[in-house]
C-alpha cells in the first residue's frame, strides 16, 4: 500500500521558520527521488525541490537558499526547512515520490505518488 503523509504546516510569520515533514510507505519511498510541490489558490501546482537517492537536490529560484529539502532513510521520512518564508509561500504543499530518471525536472506530470497535502499560511 502506497502511502506519503505530510505533516508540519500552520501559520508562520514572514521571516520565521516551519519544518514540514513527511513519513512514506516503503513502496513508495524507494523509488528514490522524493520532491516537495506546492499549489497556491488560483495557479498551477508546481515542483519546489527534489532529493534524489544518492542526496543530489534541485531547487526552484524562487526557494533556493531559503528552503532545504532532506530525508533520513532510516525512517523513511522527506522534510523541508522553510526559512525567512514569504507571504507568497503560501500554498497547499504535497510531498511526492518521483519517476527516478526525472529528479531535477520537477515536473508534476512525472510525479508518481502524492501525499494529501499540508497547508503552509505565511
Known amino acids: 500500500d502506497v502511502q506519503l503523509v505530510e505533516s508540519g504546516g500552520g501559520s508562520v510569520g514572514a521571516g520565521g521558520s516551519l519544518r514540514l515533514s513527511c513519513v512514506a510507505s516503503e513502496s513508495a519511498y524507494r523509488s528514490g527521488c522524493m520532491g516537495w510541490y506546492r499549489e497556491a489558490p488560483g495557479q498551477a501546482r508546481e515542483g519546489i525541490a527534489s532529493?534524489?537517492?544518492?542526496?543530489?537536490?534541485t531547487y526552484i529560484d524562487s526557494v533556493k537558499d531559503r528552503f532545504t529539502i532532506s530525508r533520513d532513510n532510516t525512517k523513511n521520512t522527506l522534510y523541508l526547512q522553510m526559512n525567512s518564508p514569504k507571504p507568497e509561500d503560501t500554498a497547499m504543499y504535497y510531498c511526492?515520490?518521483?519517476?527516478?530518471?526525472?529528479?531535477?525536472?520537477?515536473?508534476?506530470?512525472?510525479?508518481?505518488?502524492w501525499g494529501q497535502g499540508t497547508q503552509v499560511t505565511v
Open positions: 511526492a515520490a518521483v519517476v527516478q530518471l526525472a529528479c531535477s525536472s520537477l515536473r508534476v506530470d512525472l510525479v508518481r505518488y
Open positions: 532529493i534524489d537517492s544518492d542526496g543530489s537536490t
